[in-house]
């Protein structure tokens, strides 16, 4: 065991656990004057007969919902669905971005020709594809899964090659002459040397996954948060509606969180 390292490394979660606490301590401040303007326009259209139909939009009928939900189900079941598409797609995406991303910053002439391709193709709307993947994927599942990974390995790629671009050329010289063999450069140089571009590429692309992910599942599934947010404004349950939307931000926020603290904690770019 390596114990003169054990001191940085308490050092290091001393820290991450703090900017953790401060980051809660910021979000609740946040959602504290967010729900006060949420109760605030709750009270204004149930005060107002032109908009008391509207009255179930409200913070506290959103709250109410939340148990009757979770208690048949229907936000666990959303969630799961939502989970596991989005976790394919974003597979999907780092398994090629990160790779290709390496080639591009790394190949000058596949930097060159791949450029123009890469840029329209990434300028297309990812819901465009929508028609294409129908047509192309079996199940509704395999086009949501091919909507997320086009949206999400965009950021991955482009990410990856601006890190590697950034890395001394002295590095790899060095590494050869000390006789590194390909797996080496990659695990020993390349990697160390990117891992903060690549986590700042996923979560850029995790961000972008999750609002692909809503509007997508509105067409043609019969899971998801997005497929539960269309069936709650059909059959007028705005409360639900509401409690799901809360349901995906919150969501959302925590796996940037996540994220966040995997690149403080794991790349050599963070302070102190």
Do not use: C
Request: charged content about 10%.
């Amino acid at each position: 065991m390596n114990f003169a390292a054990t001191p940085a490394r308490q050092g290091g979660f001393l820290r991450l656990g703090q900017y953790a606490l401060q980051r809660l301590a910021w979000a609740t401040a946040g959602v504290s004057i967010l729900a006060v303007m949420w109760l605030i326009a709750g009270y204004l259209l149930t005060s107002s007969p032109k908009l008391a139909n509207y009255a179930t939009f409200g913070l506290i009928p959103t709250m109410q919902a939340f148990p009757e939900m979770w208690e048949a189900g229907k936000i666990q079941d959303a969630t799961i669905a939502s989970a596991y598409r989005l976790g394919m797609g974003m597979l999907i995406a780092i398994l090629i971005g990160a790779p290709v991303g390496v080639m591009v910053g790394r190949i000058k002439w596949f930097a060159a020709y791949s450029n123009s391709p890469f840029q329209f193709i990434r300028m297309i709307s990812p819901l465009a594809w929508m028609p294409i993947a129908v047509l192309v994927f079996a199940t509704w599942d395999g086009s949501i899964i091919f909507l997320i990974a086009i949206a999400a390995v965009w950021p991955v790629l482009f990410a990856t090659a601006a890190g590697l671009a950034k890395v001394d050329p002295a590095w790899f010289k060095v590494a050869r002459n000390l006789g590194a063999n390909p797996v080496q450069m990659v695990t020993k140089i390349i990697m160390p040397a990117i891992a903060f571009d690549i986590f700042s590429g996923i979560r850029l692309a995790l961000g972008v996954a999750w609002i692909v992910l809503v509007p997508a599942e509105y067409l043609g599934v019969t899971s998801g948060l997005g497929y539960a947010i269309e069936d709650a404004r059909e059959t007028l349950s705005y409360n639900h509606l509401t409690a799901l939307v809360v349901t995906i931000g919150a969501i959302g926020y925590f796996l940037d969180t996540m994220l966040v603290l995997l690149i403080k904690r794991y790349s050599w770019h963070r302070g102190g």
